[in-house]
């Protein structure tokens, strides 16, 4: 069997309505004074934010304006409200933006270097980053365990990562009933986002007996679950299923990584300024092709495990977007650059994937992706 090492030092709160208890216990780690990291708008409108803002015992500052690719001019900003009040902790309350907006916050308020050079030049995040309290209101992205701060400098054209233990959580808590009211695109494109962690950490050369078994009840989780919300938004039940294969699928993002669709998103998520499961569900009917000429054997375990139909790797994904109603290619997202321009922001550790090796693989799924 092979071997592994795991880092799961988030202390973790699971369950419905389980944030007031949570923040109360973990008091001594958000500290007297708070900036509090959000998307703002249907989360203040639902009264979740002030909800939250009269749970905490600290002094809290806000920055409500994070958009969907955080762009490191927003994250400037939150810094400079969290010099400004010295406070001693950051909370990402919302989708993986906020969350992963926090954490780029928590490293620059301690740090006198840009927060852009800590991208570009991929520094490691001081030991003395602030505590980080992730608090996420989707489903998919598993950002409220994982290692990377994944922002964008929409000016130098990159989407990328900072990472770094010091950038996983101190605390992570996740209460389903806040993924209750989610619209269908978001439901659909979030959950979408679960699947593609649990596929593409399963094939990952990284992967390990641990990752394994958490990809499997992830992926049959998804193919269960996603179903029925398409169907139906107000089952809740399945709405709590997603919560929990998110949550446990930070495991994997945190521990594993993933594989070439991620690398490869990032790019267009930028151009295109859409989400990161709408990306993610464009490149993956190529990406499954090609995975499954370097790892058959698993690639059909993830689509068995998800429930598609028998058939070729590539038409069992396409049918089963058909059938969730989100299939879509990259030009349905919007005006994309040249398939070189996009190939040039690919960033990030590609091997991972064994299909890495494949002469240009890159072009091949921007090409056959369009
Ligand atoms: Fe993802």
Redesign the pocket.
């Given at each position: 069997m092979k071997s592994y090492e795991l880092s799961m030092n988030t202390r973790t709160y699971f369950g419905d309505k389980c944030v007031e208890k949570a923040v109360k216990k973990e008091k001594n780690s958000i500290g007297a004074r708070t900036l509090l990291i959000t998307t703002g708008g249907v989360l203040k409108e639902l009264g979740f934010v002030g909800e939250l803002v009269s749970w905490l015992e600290s002094e809290v500052f806000y920055y409500d304006q994070v958009t969907a690719n955080p762009d490191v001019a927003e994250i400037r900003n939150a810094i400079k409200i969290g010099k400004e009040h010295r406070v001693h902790s950051v909370i990402g309350f919302g989708g993986?933006s906020a969350i992963d907006a926090a954490k780029a916050a928590a490293v620059g308020i301690v740090s006198d270097i840009d927060i852009e050079e800590y991208l570009i030049k991929g520094l490691t995040p001081p030991d003395d980053t602030l505590p980080i309290i992730a608090i996420p209101t989707t489903a998919?992205?598993?950002a409220e365990l994982s290692k990377g701060a994944i922002i964008s400098s929409r000016e130098k054209k990159i989407k990328s990562g900072i990472r770094g233990e010091k950038v996983a959580p101190t605390v992570a808590i996740v209460d389903p009933t806040y993924t209750f009211k989610l619209p269908l695109t978001v439901t659909m494109e979030t959950g979408f986002?679960v699947f593609?962690?649990a596929a593409e950490s399963y094939c990952a050369v990284k992967a390990d007996p641990f990752s394994e078994m958490l990809s499997e009840k992830s992926i049959k989780i998804v193919g269960e679950a996603l179903p029925r919300l398409a169907k139906n938004l107000d089952d809740l039940e399945a709405r709590k299923m997603m919560s929990f294969a998110s949550h446990i699928m930070g495991y994997n993002?945190k521990n594993v990584g993933?594989c070439l669709p991620?690398r490869l998103?990032y790019p267009i998520g930028i151009a295109t300024e859409t989400s990161?499961?709408a990306g993610?569900i464009a490149l993956y009917p190529a990406w499954i092709k090609y995975e499954s000429t370097v790892n058959p054997t698993r690639v059909k375990q993830v689509l068995d495990w998800l429930g598609c139909e028998e058939g070729q790797p590539e038409e069992r994904i396409r049918k089963w977007l058909d059938r969730m109603n989100i299939a879509r290619n990259i030009e349905d997202l919007g005006k994309v650059p040249s398939i070189e321009d996009l190939t040039s922001m690919v960033s990030g550790n590609l091997n991972n994937d064994k299909l890495a090796g494949v002469d240009d693989i890159i072009v091949t799924l921007y090409k056959e992706s369009m």
């Open positions: 993986g998919g992205t598993g986002d593609a962690h993002v993933n991620h998103q990161h499961g993610l």
